[in-house]
């Protein structure tokens, strides 16, 4: 599977954005799908995750960032509300099958920037 992940931009804090991440071929609703974060100087971490309807965030990020995959379309979306400077990033999506314990398969990242 590959993943394409876009969206990303420079945007102002308190701003929105939303990141798309395609997958190259049909993954169902058992796998999951999942946002991660690396900033500048930072380690990679989670952002967010769905799978068959469930979601799991951050505490960073909940209330503000919504993930949501379309039925019977391979995308799965991050909504990201009310953006802070400390969100700045770059963003990657992951899709975990059934019964893994990682992640598998990683797009190639999108760069979030969020000014002051």
């Known amino acids: 599977v590959q993943l394409q992940a876009s969206g990303g931009g420079l945007v102002q804090a308190g701003d929105s954005l939303r990141l798309s991440c395609a997958a190259s071929e049909r993954t169902g609703s058992r796998v999951a799908m999942g946002w991660f974060r690396q900033g500048p100087g930072k380690e990679r971490e989670f952002v967010a995750v769905?799978?068959?309807?469930?979601?799991y965030y951050a505490e960073s990020v909940k209330g503000r960032f919504t993930i949501s995959k379309e039925a019977f379309k391979d995308t799965v979306y991050l909504q990201m509300n009310s953006l802070k400077p400390e969100d700045t990033a770059v963003y990657y999506c992951a899709a975990r099958e059934a019964g893994a314990s990682t992640y598998s398969y990683w797009g190639q990242g999108t760069q979030v920037t969020v000014s002051s």
């Open positions: 769905v799978r068959s309807g469930t979601t």
